[in-house]
């Protein structure tokens, strides 16, 4: 019965912590709002989710976010030294192509949208049958590096999360 009203039990508890944390300041009226959407959004959602993704190591998706985090705080800062302090005549943008070993499309989906968060990169397509990213950079002296850098600080990680 609970599974036929929160068939995604982690979306619901996460829409009722984003909303109370964009609303700012407690009050019943948001909570139960925010109740309402935690269960409306996964019921209305729910027959477009193929299935449950298999994580293997729930820790290592727990590792990986706060690797994330903290790659999204740091490029803050080195997006920043660029706007402020490199001349554009030395700016370096690249379209870079992120070669695949992962399968899972939740896997490619999570690396996908880690490169969109990180400032200074985004991952404009994927390749019809998922096996490269398209990903343009903000300043890639060396495009290889960098292809290099998210195979072995993202993609691996996710390799190990999911099957």
Request: charged letters at 15%; a positive charge; one cysteine or more.
């Amino acid at each position: 019965m609970i599974r036929r009203i929160l068939p995604h039990p982690f979306m619901s508890v996460l829409i009722v912590l984003v909303w109370m944390a964009l609303v700012n300041r407690f009050a019943w009226g948001s909570l139960v709002f925010a109740a309402m959407l935690a269960v409306a959004v996964p019921l209305f959602t729910a027959p477009y989710w193929p299935g449950k993704p298999r994580v293997r190591r729930p820790l290592k998706l727990v590792a990986y976010t706060a690797l994330v985090i903290w790659d999204i705080i740091r490029a803050n800062v080195d997006v920043a030294k660029i706007v402020l302090f490199t001349p554009s005549s030395d700016l370096r943008p690249a379209w870079v192509v992120v070669p695949l070993d992962l399968e899972s499309a939740e896997g490619i989906t999570v690396l996908a949208a880690t490169i969109t968060l990180t400032p200074g990169t985004v991952t404009a397509d994927v390749s019809g049958n998922g096996n490269a990213l398209l990903v343009h950079c903000l300043h890639a002296p060396d495009p290889a590096a960098i292809v290099a850098d998210i195979k072995s600080r993202y993609e691996s990680r996710l390799k190990e999360i999911f099957t």
